[in-house]
């Protein structure tokens, strides 16, 4: 068993699914911060077999919770003060989503419109469905930003 | 201030009063000739549509007020690349009320957040065509005195039709609907609109391939055109456009009160001898469209007419 030390201040990412802490890493943008962040793969889980987590040595206002709930709301965040957990903060679907995925509907205003924010509403919580504010087309790619 | 969007921005209580103020407006043309003086209505339309067009100008003019506007994007700032929302703003500056279609999906929305005037959607796309729905919504209560207790058969291009999807969504919110859904299999209703609006609201539907099998059971029938612009393949729209015919020998088969609509311009699927039909209500269907503009225009510019 690998040991990766304690962090004194930040956060940490449990219950990632095993192989998506790297993309997650981008797509939280953690790429840009000058601080520490520790990414295990394939760690073992007896909720989820294997799984992956970032220990991320920042403040929590750094960290997207929006973009997080899109991408996976199972995803636990544990906020660390002084080596220990003091918050345990519960995930949610975002109602919108603003300038985290694009439209691929060719027919939709976004494909002309200069400057126009692109903007997804849940619009079905069960199914997890997103839809495009504006032409209302359903979005169908991975949860990933880009 | 409001706009309209979709036909389900109103509430079934602002369409009931809506759908009377249009009621009213067909009684005492009179009464509402001078509603709209001095007020302008712009139709931006940045692909052509006569019918539509022209039945917003008449509303304003039968208002009493006046009309400008484009008719293609070619004789807009469009063609010199100026935004929606840039559009919008100098066009609010001009008149009081503004129709908008445009090719593009969600374009009248965008037209709406930088407004300083109502925008309706006259159309976006495959996407709404809100008045198209006012439209068929005024013909059905004032022609069969009801939106409930009512079966609709569908017929034709029930994949694209985006006039069809509007009025399922819009009929769905009334009690003991129920649906008969007539197309060939190529053209059958898109599975998000089976499954996610009929099936999960509960409301009764049935497919079926034949106008033939419906007819008897039917209050409306709605029919549509096969539409060219739709199709890949030219083959496919030639074995599609003359699917469904409607003729004298069918109509016999219907009841004696139902009625048949279509959102017009027709090509074959109705035949001209069923014209003279007293149960056809597509030219009727028209000129509701024309009473449904002016309540919508009084509506969203808020004139009280006493």
Not at chain 1, 64 to 86: P, W
Not at chain 2, 122 to 129: E, I, K, L, N
Not at chain 2, 172 to 182: E, N, Q, V
Not at chain 2, 282 to 299: D, N, P
């Amino acid at each position: 068993m690998l040991n990766v030390g304690a962090i004194t201040e930040g956060f940490v990412l449990d219950h990632i699914q095993a192989g998506q802490s790297l993309p997650l890493y981008y797509d939280l943008k953690l790429d840009q911060l000058d601080c520490c962040v520790a990414i295990i793969r394939n760690a073992r889980s007896n909720k989820m077999g294997k799984k992956d987590i970032l220990k991320v040595e920042c403040d929590i206002d750094n960290l997207d919770l929006d973009v997080l709930g899109f991408i996976d709301h199972n995803i636990t965040v544990n906020i660390i003060k002084g080596e220990k957990i003091v918050e345990k903060r519960k995930l949610r679907l975002p109602q919108e989503i603003k300038n985290v995925i694009r439209c691929k509907n060719p027919r939709c205003i976004t494909s002309i419109e200069q400057e126009l924010d692109q903007i997804f509403l849940l619009t079905d919580e069960k199914t997890e469905t997103y839809r495009c504010k504006y032409c209302e087309e359903k979005y169908q790619g991975r949860k990933r930003v880009g | 201030m409001r706009h309209l969007m979709s036909p389900l921005d109103l509430s079934i209580e602002e369409l009931d009063k809506l759908l009377t103020l249009a009621n009213d407006i067909e009684k005492n043309p009179e009464k509402y000739s001078h509603a709209c003086e001095g007020k302008k209505l712009a139709t931006c339309f940045y692909e052509p549509s006569t019918r539509t067009r022209l039945s917003f100008e008449a509303a304003m003019l039968n208002l009493g007020g006046s009309v400008l506007g484009f008719s293609s994007a070619d004789s807009s700032s469009a063609a010199k690349g100026e935004s929606v929302s840039d559009t919008i703003r100098v066009i609010s500056c001009y008149a009081d009320i503004c129709a908008m279609r445009h090719p593009k999906e969600g374009a009248p929305l965008v037209a709406s957040q930088r407004s300083g005037i109502p925008v309706i959607n006259a159309g976006d796309g495959g996407h709404q065509h809100p008045t198209q729905t006012l439209t068929d919504l005024l013909t059905i209560r004032s022609l069969k005195g009801r939106l409930d207790n009512l079966t609709i058969g569908l017929c034709g291009d029930l994949k694209f039709g985006r006039t069809v999807h509007s009025l399922i969504h819009a009929l769905i919110r009334y009690p003991k609907i129920k649906f008969i859904l007539i197309s060939p299999e190529e053209l059958r209703i898109p599975d998000y609109i089976r499954e996610d609006v009929l099936s999960r609201n509960g409301v009764p539907f049935q497919e079926v391939e034949r106008l033939e099998d419906a007819m008897a059971d039917l209050d409306i029938l709605y029919m549509t055109r096969v539409q060219k612009e739709r199709f890949f393949n030219e083959d496919d729209y030639v074995r599609m456009k003359d699917f469904y015919i409607l003729d004298k020998k069918k109509m016999s088969l219907a009841r004696d009160d139902m009625i048949v609509m279509h959102p017009l311009p027709r090509v074959n699927e109705i035949s001209v001898e069923v014209d003279d039909d007293p149960r056809a209500a597509y030219f009727k269907q028209a000129q509701y469209g024309v009473y449904v503009r002016m309540a919508l225009i009084l509506t969203l510019l808020e004139v009280e007419v006493c």
